[in-house]
T-cell receptor, first 114, second 117 residues
Framework: DSGVTQTPKHLITATGQRVTLRCSPR?????VYWYQQSLDQGLQFLIQ???????AKGNILERFSAQQFPDLHSELNLSSLELGDSALYFC?????????????FGQGTRLTVV | AQSVSQHNHHVILSEAASLELGCNYS??????LFWYVQYPGQHLQLLLK??????LVKGIKGFEAEFIKSKFSFNLRKPSVQWSDTAEYFC???????????????FGKGTKLSVIP
């Protein structure tokens, strides 16, 4: 158990819909990262938050957004879903943003868009 | 932007065979290097990491990796694999300076290892 909690574990939804994925980081970790894992693209970095503020953006679509709340949990919102958005979405957390530190990953949310 | 190359998409070995998985990265500055393992249906788990110091790092489950700065490489090794090592292995790189971008991990596409009993 990494200490990073993601809910839900599985999500099945229809095209055009909107979903919210939730991540609770390890206790004390200020930085949260979201990754998308798909068969064709591999593990792609989406976005990072640090202590409530957006720190970096990767290959995140405009239909996707995220935020980190004062209690440090984070939500990833995916809207106008397409079949190609079906993937495993991982959240990771680390103590700080920079420097030498490792990230711990959650179990992931498997999103299936039908 | 950084990129990470893992040379082998799928490796099949018999138990007790030796393993070496290649990883090369593009960024020339100071980096942190990681190997993660993902067992079927599970999340990513850290096998080992290199931050500084001895370029030969030892991780869990008998794995080790060698950082060769001149070759931009961080290859993963294990002298004798077991059936339980069947999993997907990911090399990842993180730059340590904000000037080089943010601090997210950049992953390779992964190498699937199948160990035959």
């Amino acid at each position: 158990d990494s200490g990073v909690t993601q809910t839900p574990k599985h999500l099945i939804t229809a095209t055009g819909q909107r979903v919210t994925l939730r991540c609770s980081p390890r206790s004390g970790d200020l930085s949260v990262y979201w990754y998308q894992q798909s068969l064709d693209q591999g593990l792609q970095f989406l976005i990072q938050y640090y202590n409530g503020e957006e720190r970096a953006k990767g290959n995140i679509l405009e239909r996707f957004s995220a935020q980190q709340f004062p209690d440090l949990h984070s939500e990833l919102n995916l809207s106008s879903l397409e079949l190609g958005d079906s993937a495993l979405y991982f959240c990771a957390s680390s103590i700080i943003s920079g420097g030498s530190n490792e990230a711990f990953f959650g179990q992931g949310t498997r999103l299936t868009v039908v | 932007a950084q990129s990470v190359s893992q040379h082998n998409h799928h490796v099949i070995l018999s138990e007790a065979a030796s393993l070496e998985l290649g990883c090369n990265y593009s960024y020339g500055g100071t980096v942190n290097l990681f190997w993660y393992v993902q067992y079927p249906g599970q999340h990513l788990q850290l096998l080992l990491k290199y931050f500084s110091g001895d370029p030969l790092v030892k991780g869990i489950k008998g794995f080790e990796a060698e950082f060769i700065k001149s070759k931009f490489s961080f290859n993963l090794r294990k002298p004798s694999v077991q059936w339980s090592d069947t999993a997907e292995y990911f090399c990842a790189v993180k730059s340590t300076y904000s000037g080089a971008g943010s601090y997210q991990l950049t992953f390779g596409k992964g190498t699937k290892l199948s160990v035959i009993p």
